[in-house]
């Protein structure tokens, strides 16, 4: 099965380590303000969801959001978190820590799409 959002092995040994200090977390792809547009990644119950944020997919065992707006625009690929050097968006988890999540992304292939149209 085709996956909306795919980690790095970088990006899943990052993630365990956040969530080995903070507890369960969730990840949340940030439409541009202030930050940019960043994997943001908060405690579970420190962000709250609404009808209009769509579950992309589960990366090591975390949920992955976007906005349905954000969403639409970025429907044809599929997003691949990673894990760098640097400081973080100021909102999010990994901005007291010395490496950060980043989006990369690839466009689907018509095949890829046509077989996730059905599943959204």
């Known amino acids: 099965m085709i996956e909306r959002v795919i980690a790095t092995e970088a ?9 080995n200090i903070h507890g369960s977390v969730l990840l949340y792809q940030s439409g541009g303000c202030c930050d940019g547009s960043a994997p943001m990644c908060y405690k579970e ?23 349905k707006s954000q969403y639409e625009y970025w429907k044809h690929t599929q997003l691949i978190i990673d894990a ?3 400081r ?9 820590e010395e490496t950060h999540f980043i989006t990369q992304s690839r466009v689907f ?10 599943l959204f």
């Open 45 to 67: 119950g420190d962000f709250q969801l609404g009808d209009a944020d769509v579950l992309l997919g589960m990366m090591a065992d975390t949920p992955f959001y976007m906005h």
């Open 84 to 86: 760098v050097p640097g």
């Open 11 to 19: 990006a899943v040994l990052f993630l365990n380590t956040i969530k």
């Open 88 to 96: 973080g968006a100021e909102f999010s988890l990994d901005s007291i």
């Open 109 to 118: 292939t018509e095949e890829e799409y046509e077989e996730l149209k059905s």
